[in-house]
């Protein structure tokens, strides 16, 4: 019988960097996916923005760290990633707009955020050929950036294998092994993984899988559409964001950016939501999303898409995430309903689910982090004001 310190279920934007963040912790780490290879689920269908333009205070703190770790990756393991710090932009043409997002500003500067409101000329250059008709301004935090999602989850995998990491692709937990309220490992339908500790990252699945321990996760997946563009000489830096609703009634938002290859990688957020695991590609999509684009910015009318898809978004009722350990089986972790955000907050999410599972303590304030705790009131709060 082979035992591991920890399995990990789900070698996706929050299991592998977990993993990575484990072996640093010297633990013998299992990683076990469906997929064939890392990243395959919802990490494959990000596209690629990493912010900590948050309103949520945990948010904030996560993904700070996100960026921290990102933007060192390639001079402290050598390896590209596509990252690009070109910041986010969030441009303003409604004053109700405007008022919403100055609110938030001293909040988000209090917990250490890099960022400020700027005129409309200064969009203007930070976004050349940005339609000026009833611009008034909009926020800016230079520090946020771009990475890309399949370099990014080739480069965690390689660094845990290196640290004696296992992974183990194309199997299927079926269940959980608890023994007198103490996890023992799991099952798949090729054999039986046993650990001390194991840690739910199955994104969009982690509610299938806490039913195996009889625990209800409110994560519900929905599904979002994206596409991106032939590679083009590189014009903007920020990944931009629009949070107007679309005039054809069928987007709450939009947002898109230019990543290291020049290509524009963009998506919508649905008013009425796509619940459900359905990832099929639809007709819909591209003429709603171009017109926005156009419309925004006149000169990209001439861009080529080269492909889109949809990936889904693993969602709680109040759009917060889900990081803590379960009171009711011993040595169960959860690192789910990351809400769409799981690449971004990945990293950040698995440095601070590393540090619990070794230390006991999350590595940013215990008070924030237990606002993510699974054990909250998810009726309490409206949900995070930025998506």
């Known amino acids: 019988m082979k035992k591991y310190d920890a399995i990990i279920i789900g070698a996706g934007s929050v299991g592998s960097p977990l993993s990575y963040f484990l072996t640093l912790e010297g633990w013998k780490v299992l990683v076990l996916d469906s997929g064939k290879s890392p990243g395959q689920g919802q990490n494959k269908a990000a596209i690629g ?15 700070l760290k996100s960026l921290e770790i990102f933007s060192t990756w390639e001079n402290k393991h050598g390896t590209d990633i ?9 441009p303003v043409y409604r004053e109700e707009d405007e008022a919403a997002l100055k609110n938030l500003l001293p909040g988000q500067k209090d917990f250490g955020l890099d960022i400020d409101w700027i005129g409309p ?19 800016y935090s230079p520090g946020d950036g771009q990475v890309s999602p399949l370099k990014a989850a080739a480069a965690f995998w390689k660094e845990s294998l290196d640290r004696g990491a296992e992974f183990i692709f194309g199997e299927q937990v079926t269940s959980l092994l608890i023994e007198k309220g103490k996890i023992e ?10 650990a001390d500790v194991v840690v739910n990252a199955a994104g969009a699945y982690g509610k299938e899988i806490g039913a195996m321990a009889g625990l209800d996760i409110p994560v519900f997946p929905e599904s979002h559409e994206a596409g991106i563009s032939a590679p083009m000489e590189r014009f903007f830096d920020p990944l931009v964001v629009d949070i107007r609703p679309g005039k054809e009634g069928r987007t709450a938002n939009f947002y898109f950016g ?5 290509q524009v990688i963009f998506c919508y957020t649905p008013i009425d939501p796509i619940a459900g695991t359905d990832q099929s590609v639809t007709s819909e999509f591209m003429p709603v ?14 861009m080529l898409v080269r492909r889109v898809w949809r990936g889904l978004y693993p969602m709680t009722p109040d759009g917060i ?39 006991g303590r999350p590595q940013i304030e215990q008070d924030i982090f237990d606002s993510v705790g699974f054990y909250r009131d998810y009726h309490a709060a409206q949900g995070e004001a930025l998506k």
């Open 49 to 63: 923005g990493v912010r900590a333009t948050h309103s949520d205070p945990a948010k904030i703190k996560l993904c």
């Open 185 to 194: 490992g799991v099952k798949t339908a090729r054999g039986s993984y046993y």
């Open 289 to 302: 999303i171009a017109k926005r684009l156009i419309e925004l910015i006149p000169r990209l009318k001439n």
């Open 258 to 262: 230019q990543n290291d290859r020049g």
């Open 321 to 359: 995430i889900i990081c803590d350990r379960v009171r009711e089986v011993k040595g169960m972790f959860l690192s789910v309903g990351m809400c769409g955000q799981g690449f971004m907050l990945g990293p950040g999410v698995g440095l601070n689910m590393a540090k619990l599972i070794a230390t």
């Open 82 to 90: 596509g990252w690009i710090k070109g910041g986010y932009c969030f």
């Open 121 to 139: 000329e200064n969009i203007c250059r930070l976004i050349p050929g940005i339609n000026i008709d009833g611009l008034r301004g909009g926020t």
